[in-house]
């Protein structure tokens, strides 16, 4: 595939017979081979089955027409189920786990036609905001392979970045997606909660937690979303809503509004994100977008909000690492009483990263009796004020933009020490996934001193307007050039 | 007022997560979470008088037949257990009780 080609123009050459889906896989796997080794976008490989796959598409791609990702390939973010591939969540108590079914979304995929490659990095659990949290080595950002790709979500943007893969799938808790498309310079979107199933999906904060397309291309994005999307009632929360009415010809209405949260914009943003969104404004107006102002809840309070939910929700979905029905048991030790109580906790302390064990602490006790009201219970009452508060911004907007990350890439491991300040680098997207919103990355700059660092704008809508968010995305596409840049010698 | 977390308050809550602290660790731990309390006080701070909690923005779970449906088979139940008896289906784990 060329470079400027979208993914959907290629699954319409496969379809047709004028490409060959084995032949973009083998030169995806050749690039991978070859570049991978700087990046560690990649946990893991499915080359067979990919190439076998493959080879059954082009064998008679009739078979496949109105297959929305016919023979296009797609990597997986590694806390996605994969039948018989191990699947490690970035985690050493998972390093050998083979999950016994295919996510949801896996079928999904399989049944549009689409090609899985492989795992792709993440900080384990989903826990960070740049991979330095995966118990396997970090990935690394195509851009300035010192710096972070981003996270939790890093491994999937960087394949995309680096051409490893047109089309990847994340998981967005706080930003997860969001995030690291910004700081990778491609797509990213996370749906409305309910829009995915979760089923598959290694959990980390329930309430939080949703699975969504990394792309270079709006359009590319907003086919892989509309091909995993739906009902699937092995996800309760997973809702019946109409499907995402979008077609690539789908652009933003003239007098759409978009709303711009100027008070919380003023410090703590580098400035040249600061200086790329405000330039951003220019081509979504002159697209026929009313820009407005809109009040939004504060964004510390925000931040406070969701790590004591998401630590509180992760403590309790961690429990399950106990080393009985799967995953790594830590051996009995001489010292040891040889019970069951010593055995869990040998395991979980074995098996567990840092940042895992500070978010299950941090969430233990915000649920701990004498707590839970002052710190869980009063987050839970934040929240749906945050929900409130975003209702009331969309009376008089249809949409909200926003940069996506304060910063462009910070350095790998810059940041470890620090919690706090690694939590912060979420201050933009955790809004959205307290509201259950949809919200998406593009592309929107690049830093003005070297490296030259990718910039996202966030554009967030209304419950279910996935259609709408991704329309504004596409305008703001057709009216610039970002997408189109490349990391040097990828 | 934000909390004060002793090496004590810290055991007590490794204990509840079932994780083992040596006591260095415990005070990193103590010391970390404190500060990321105080960081996150900001929420004590917002009125929320009046105000139901939010545990999440999904709508009321929709209802399905209460029929038996099809669960994992047993072989790929078993597949993954560090230590299991699978022709007698069980998950074999260290002595519960005694000491």
Not at chain 1, 210 to 220: L, M, S, Y
Not at chain 1, 383 to 394: G, M, P, S, W
């Amino acid at each position: 595939m060329s470079a400027a080609e979208s993914a959907i123009a290629l699954r319409d050459r496969i379809l047709a017979g004028e490409a060959s889906a084995a032949a973009v896989c083998r030169a995806l796997f050749t690039s991978i081979q070859a570049h991978d080794g700087r990046v560690h976008a990649f946990q893991s490989l499915m080359e067979d089955r990919a190439i076998a796959r493959a080879e059954a598409i082009d064998r008679d791609p009739s078979r496949f027409r109105g297959a929305a990702l016919a023979g296009l390939p797609v990597a997986l973010k590694d806390n996605i189920a994969t039948r018989g591939h191990v699947t490690t969540a970035g985690s050493r108590v998972l390093e050998s786990f083979a999950p016994p079914y295919d996510a949801h979304v896996v079928e999904q995929l399989e049944a549009a036609g689409a090609v899985v490659i492989g795992k792709t990095t993440l900080d384990e659990f989903a826990m960070g905001s740049s991979t330095d949290h995966s118990a396997f080595g970090p990935a690394h950002n195509p851009w300035a392979l010192d710096r972070t790709p981003g996270g939790s979500s890093g491994g999937s943007a960087a394949a995309v970045a680096a051409r490893f893969a047109p089309l990847a799938l994340g998981s967005d808790t706080g930003g997860s997606i969001r995030q690291p498309a910004a700081l990778c310079g491609v797509v990213g979107m996370k749906p409305t909660y309910g829009r995915v199933s979760r089923f598959g999906l290694f959990a980390f904060a329930s309430s939080l937690d949703q699975i969504g397309p990394f792309a270079r291309r709006v359009r590319d994005a907003a086919a892989l979303l509309q091909a995993i999307s739906g009902r699937d009632p092995r996800d309760a929360t997973s809702a019946g809503a109409p499907p995402i009415a979008w077609t690539p010809d789908t652009t933003m209405p003239r007098g759409t509004r978009i709303g711009v949260p100027r008070a919380h914009l003023r410090e703590g943003v580098h400035d040249d994100v600061s200086a790329a969104f405000e330039a951003a404004l220019e081509p979504l107006r002159k697209a026929g977008a009313v820009i407005v102002d809109s009040e939004l809840p504060s964004p510390s309070a925000a931040i406070a909000t969701y790590y004591l939910i998401a630590t509180a929700e992760a403590s309790s979905n961690l429990a399950r690492y106990d080393g009985v029905r799967f995953g790594r048991r830590a051996g009995p030790q001489p010292a040891d009483t040889g019970a069951l109580d010593t055995m869990y906790a040998r395991t979980r302390t074995e098996g567990f990263g840092q940042e895992v064990k500070r978010r299950i602490m941090l969430g233990t006790y915000a649920l701990s009796a004498g707590y839970y009201d002052a710190y869980y219970l009063q987050a839970l009452k934040v929240r749906a004020l945050i929900r409130r508060e975003f209702d009331r911004a969309f009376a008089s907007a249809d949409i909200i933009a926003m940069p996506t990350s304060p910063t462009p890439a910070f350095e790998l491991g810059a940041r470890i020490a620090d919690p706090l300040e690694m939590y912060l680098a979420d201050v933009f997207t955790v809004g959205a996934s307290l509201a259950g919103l949809p919200g998406i990355s593009v592309p929107c700059g690049f830093t003005a001193a070297p490296p030259r660092l990718p910039i996202g704008l966030q554009l967030i809508g209304k419950p279910w307007d996935e259609a709408g968010v991704l329309a504004a995305a596409e305008s703001y596409e057709r009216a610039t050039a970002w997408w189109q840049d490349a990391p040097a010698g990828f | 007022m934000p909390p004060r977390i002793t090496r004590d308050e810290a055991a007590r809550i490794a204990a509840l997560a079932k994780l083992d602290m040596a006591d260095h660790e415990l005070d990193r731990a103590a010391r970390e979470l404190e500060s990321i309390l105080g960081y996150f006080d900001v929420i004590a701070r917002v009125d929320t008088t009046g105000t139901e909690p939010a545990a999440t923005m999904a709508g009321p779970p929709p209802l399905r037949a209460d029929a038996p449906l099809p669960s994992l088979a047993p072989a790929d139940t078993f597949a993954n257990a560090p230590d299991a008896d699978t022709a007698a289906g069980l998950f074999r784990v260290p002595r519960v009780l005694g000491s």
